[in-house]
């Protein structure tokens, strides 16, 4: 089993679908079209877009694989008022948020038997959660009882 992982910010391009289609409609390649930077658009503005980018990737992609990311969302910008009221803006970071896309990869894996495989390749990431490093625990203690 091959994955393959497209990545885009916007709206796929004519050219861009084009060239796409055709590579894992001729092969046995799992396909995931990740919308990054979604923290850039309103809630609208990103339900809009999945739709527009489920429609046109319909003949080579399900739905479900289309994921939206924000793998490094800039800053928001707040406004912080002082004692004296005056209004004084500031940036604040905000947190990555892969989850869909976290969660799409362990059902696509655990669906090809592969979780195991996915679980030893994730030790060596720099950024493990709890969830995952449990998930280790558990495979390896299934692995260690057979």
């Known amino acids: 089993m091959f994955l393959l992982l497209l990545a885009t910010d ?3 391009s004519v050219w861009q679908r084009m060239a796409t289609a055709p590579l894992w ?11 990054n930077k979604s923290d850039r658009y309103s809630e609208n503005e990103l339900r809009s877009l999945l739709a527009h980018l489920q429609q ?3 003949e080579f992609l399900e739905p ?10 800039c800053p928001e910008t707040v406004i912080h008022i002082g004692e004296a009221g005056n209004e004084h803006p ?21 669906k090809e038997g592969k979780t195991l495989a996915a679980l030893n390749a994730a030790l060596f990431t720099s950024e493990l959660d709890e969830q ?14 057979k």
């Open 132 to 145: 995952i490093t449990g998930k280790i625990v558990l495979a390896r203690q299934l692995v260690t009882e």
């Open 64 to 73: 479900e694989n289309i994921l939206p990311t924000s793998a490094d969302p």
């Open 90 to 110: 500031g940036r604040r970071p905000r947190k990555q948020d892969i989850s869909k896309l976290r969660s799409r990869l362990w059902q696509i894996l655990g």
């Open 56 to 58: 046109r990737c319909a």
């Open 25 to 35: 409609l001729q092969l046995s390649y799992s396909l995931l079209l990740v919308l």
């Open 10 to 12: 916007t709206a796929l």
